[in-house]
């Protein structure tokens, strides 16, 4: 999993999290969405999670950059403002999910990975 994010404590948080997951493991983290999307490219994660805002490329227009070269990569955004709130630009980014940063923890990530590898699950 590659994780993006500008606020360095919350990145910080973020790759713990994934330390405890079950089935994840971290490939690479990236501090703005340009690093995202170089990442992406080069170390081919499975699943991207990425901050809808950052400074530059923010997370919708990365996640769209993402999605149409790796469509089958898994990309989920991330923000602090809760999904229902997000702009309509969201649609457009051909993001896999949106999570709320209040209810990420590894058993939900865990749990999305698995819906997303065993669908019937």
């Known amino acids: 999993m590659l994780a993006a994010d500008d606020h360095g404590p919350f990145l910080a ?13 971290e490939v690479g983290a990236a501090s703005s969405g340009e690093a995202a999307v170089e990442l992406a490219h080069s170390l081919e994660p499975d699943i991207v999670l990425i901050d809808v805002r950052m400074p530059g490329l923010g997370g919708i227009a990365a996640a769209k950059q993402i999605k149409t070269r790796h ?8 923000s602090t403002t809760h999904p229902r709130e997000l702009p ?13 940063k209040r209810e990420l923890d590894s058993e939900g990530l865990d ?6 590898t065993r669908p019937d699950r």
């Open 88 to 100: 309509a630009a969201l649609a457009d980014s051909g993001a896999d999910a949106v999570i709320w």
């Open 13 to 25: 948080a973020l790759r713990e999290t994934l330390s405890a997951t079950r089935y994840l493991e």
């Open 71 to 78: 469509p089958s990569m898994l990309v989920m955004l991330i």
């Open 111 to 116: 749990d999305l990975w698995l819906r997303h």
